[in-house]
T-cell receptor, first 113, second 112 residues
Framework: GEDVEQSLFLSVREGDSSVINCTYT??????LYWYKQEPGAGLQLLTY?????DMKQDQRLTVLLNKKDKHLSLRIADTQTGDSAIYFC?????????????FGKGTSLLVTP | DTAVSQTPKYLVTQMGNDKSIKCEQN?????MYWYKQDSKKFLKIMFS???????INETVPNRFSPKSPDKAHLNLHINSLELGDSAVYFC???????????FGPGTRLTVL
């Protein structure tokens, strides 16, 4: 299948905003997701957005969706050192029964003091 | 209370051996998954079960055989292990719309 594209690394200073970008493959994906993976841990769902929305805000997180360009972004306001992790975007791909999540390769976010 | 648990956390074995990884979820979800994360952190779905029935098999070699004894458990058995099977294997479960997957902590498999 096609790849969901993300930049591999992002480094920001504590207190700044972080913006992680993603280009997905299927324009008919109904839901798009952001997951966070801390070292040695499983994936934690951060937020998701329905495809008929342009924006979703959840505390320090803002998701922007541009369906025309198949572009998804995650903005983290007031980034903290505890936000250092790998961030994955994912799209839903329907199957004959059920669905599968197609993940990007992940963006490693490093937050420096 | 752990929502999705996996055992073992680490598994080191020789090429050619057969091994199993177990997964249990206490969320009451109907759907469970196995994902493989390679050394470059690329995450790919392997299998999905809904109410003990296999619904997705993403062209995984038939050395990999999932088994779901009940809807709270999904185990992964791997025969004739190969070096390329070394990876972190994640179990996940979900229910409802939108589907939100909850992941286990992962099992790091190393094949020597």
């Amino acid at each position: 299948g096609e790849d969901v594209e993300q930049s591999l690394f992002l480094s920001v200073r504590e207190g700044d905003s972080s913006v992680i970008n993603c280009t997905y493959t299927d324009s008919s994906s109904t839901y798009l997701y952001w997951y966070k993976q801390e070292p040695g841990a499983g994936l934690q769902l951060l937020t998701y957005i329905f495809s008929n929305m342009d924006m979703k805000q959840d505390q320090r997180l803002t998701v922007l969706l541009n369906k025309k360009d198949k572009h998804l972004s995650l903005r983290i306001a007031d980034t903290q050192t505890g936000d250092s992790a790998i961030y994955f975007c994912a799209e839903i791909l329907p199957r004959l029964s059920g669905y599968a999540l197609n993940f990007g390769k992940g963006t490693s976010l490093l937050v420096t003091p | 209370d752990t929502a999705v648990s996996q055992t073992p956390k680490y598994l080191v074995t020789q090429m050619g051996n057969d091994k199993s990884i177990k997964c249990e979820q206490n969320l009451g979800h109907d759907t469970m998954y196995w994902y493989k994360q390679d050394s470059k952190k690329f995450l790919k779905i392997m299998f999905s079960y809904n109410n003990k029935e296999l619904i997705i098999n993403e062209t995984v070699p038939n050395r990999f055989s999932p088994k779901s004894p009940d809807k709270a458990h999904l185990n992964l058995h791997i025969n004739s292990l190969e070096l390329g099977d070394s990876a972190v294997y994640f179990c996940a479960s979900s229910q409802g719309v939108p589907p939100r997957e909850f992941f286990g902590p992962g099992t790091r498999l190393t094949v020597l």
